[in-house]
């Protein structure tokens, strides 16, 4: 069965905020780090996996991702803190 992601990545600091969907979490953060990728990502080194949510169809994660994207960073920080409060790195943990 395909999944599908919805992920936020931050930077060092916890100041910058990326939202992004992708079928391939562990490559596309990946691609990330690596700073393979062009963009806000690459600007502001967001690099560090601090949230992600699983669906099995894409049009619901993509769904997702524009509420999330048209949200306040408040939302999307509040989401973070309620699953990682520490705001670790969970790169390590994705298991597919």
Partial sequence: MQRYYVY???NEHNHALYTGVTNDLKRRVSDHKR????????MYN????????????PETAIMREKQLKGGSRK???DLINGKNPEWLDLYGTITA
């Fill in 75 to 77: 939302k999307k920080v």
């Fill in 8 to 10: 936020i990545l931050t």
């Fill in 46 to 57: 967001a690099t560090k996996l601090v949230y992600y949510e699983v669906f099995s169809l």
């Fill in 35 to 42: 700073r393979s990728r062009t963009g806000f990502t690459r």
